[in-house]
């Protein structure tokens, strides 16, 4: 009886290679971060799907490679902190449905509602189409930075900034509005 050892083996990748050679230090590292299992193995599937991406890293020393690895690690760690502890963020037309509401208002805030609704949709008009994109693609079609990077042809972070100040901008004109209204009152 011959064993099935007479057969190659797979050609391994340089990617293979590494994820072979580091997978089991860095899913303990990530596990020491994370307290779910299931979250550490899929950190450690972005880590080695960002090392597919980077074209250089196995032009680097075996050292390098390596400290590249457990950095990505790291920073996947922390993003996957980050999202965890963000106020949830809820899709502006939850908002518009709740704004159009009228079957369950009084008649006064019915009216209120139209011209908050109104209001709204004046501001959001006014913002310019990348970010009016950015907040169509995050809140209704729930897409995460990434992806939006992705189809805008812009970084993740440039993306994540431009949210941050579309969002900033939007809370200012209406504390703005409300100063103003007290005011008048």
């Not at 011959?2 to 072979?20: A, F, H, K, N």
């Not at 996947?76 to 502006?92: E, M, S, V, Y």
Request: glycine fraction near 4%; charge should be negative; proline fraction near 4%.
């Amino acid at each position: 009886m011959q064993l099935l050892s007479s057969q190659p083996d797979p050609v391994e990748t340089p990617i293979g290679q590494l994820y072979r050679c580091h997978w089991l230090g860095l899913l303990t590292a990530i596990r020491q971060r994370v307290s779910s299992q299931e979250d550490a193995e899929d950190i450690l599937l972005d880590v080695f799907l960002a090392a597919m991406e980077n074209s250089m890293l196995t032009q680097m020393s075996d050292q390098r490679q390596e400290a590249w690895l457990r950095r990505v690690a790291y920073n996947k760690c922390i993003d996957f902190h980050r999202r965890g502890t963000r106020r949830p963020a809820q899709p502006l037309n939850d908002d518009i449905e709740q704004l159009s509401d009228e079957n369950t208002l009084t008649p006064e805030r019915a009216i209120l509602r139209q011209e908050e609704l109104a209001q709204l949709q004046e501001h959001l008009a006014s913002l310019s189409t990348a970010q009016q994109e950015v907040l169509r693609l995050r809140f209704a079609d729930e897409l995460p930075c990434a992806q939006i990077a992705v189809r805008m042809h812009k970084s993740e972070g440039a993306i994540r900034t431009m949210l941050s100040r579309t969002l900033n901008l939007l809370r200012g004109i209406y504390k703005q509005r409300r100063e103003e209204g007290s005011r008048h009152e």
